[in-house]
T-cell receptor, first 115, second 113 residues
């Protein structure tokens, strides 16, 4: 299994540009999520999905869109990049259960710089 | 909002010593998880402890959970240089509308050879 893969590894954008961060998993996990990690802070949840066709907002959703058309893929779209979105982005997946989470599997991250 | 907060923020020890990191949280939880992050890499799950468990072991790792004090500790015994990393606790709250783990800001552990 490849686990959770993310592309690209690095990206530089100019303010106002849009782009899509790709995330894929091959473990048939129902739950997928996107986090951002800023220096000195933990991970903050942007959006998450509990299954194909179902997405919801996390703690910091503004400026980002997601969709989940398949179990495997969960892309994150930046609509109009801003310097405040400079961060490291992590995608994660896990099995979903009625109460409580199983361990999360993380991708290697995408380091995004917005100038 | 960050429910889990690790203490200390940074810890430096000699190889062979034990390292203890603490995590405090605010609300009731289903479980608490610990993750490791090596520099420039993604997070790796270490151990999960459920709210009805008090202690759990995995190799050189020992995790305790005190739900009355809303705190957890991670002990790494006989540390090695390869244990150098950031360690995060993550809580799975019983309440709240979003299905999410809440991560703390981490403890940076440096193990000196």
């Amino acid at each position: 299994n490849a686990g959770v893969t993310q592309t690209p590894k690095f990206q530089v954008l100019k303010t106002g540009q849009s782009m899509t961060l790709q995330c894929a998993q091959d473990m048939n996990h129902e739950y997928m999520s996107w986090y951002r990690q800023d220096p000195g802070m933990g991970l903050r949840l942007i959006h998450y999905s509990v299954g194909a066709g179902i997405t919801d907002q996390g703690e910091v959703p503004n400026g980002y869109n997601v969709s989940r058309s398949t179990t495997e893929d969960f892309p994150l779209r930046l609509l109009s990049a801003a310097p405040s979105q400079t961060s490291v982005y992590f995608c994660a997946s896990s099995y979903s259960m009625g109460q409580g989470f199983y361990e999360q599997y993380f991708g290697p991250g995408t380091r995004l710089t917005v100038t | 909002s960050q429910q889990g907060e690790e203490d200390p923020q940074a810890l430096s020890i000699q190889e062979g010593e034990n390292a203890t990191m603490n995590c405090s949280y605010k609300t009731s939880i289903n479980n608490l998880q610990w993750y490791r992050q090596n520099s420039g890499r993604g997070l790796v799950h270490l151990i999960l402890i459920r709210s009805n468990e008090r202690e759990k072991h995995s190799g050189r790792l020992r995790v305790t959970l005190d739900t009355s004090k809303k705190s957890s500790s991670l002990l790494i015994t006989a540390s090695r240089a390869a244990d150098t990393a950031s360690y995060f606790c993550a809580t799975d709250p019983t309440s709240g509308s979003a299905r999410q783990l809440t991560f703390g800001s981490g403890t940076q552990l440096t193990v000196l050879p």
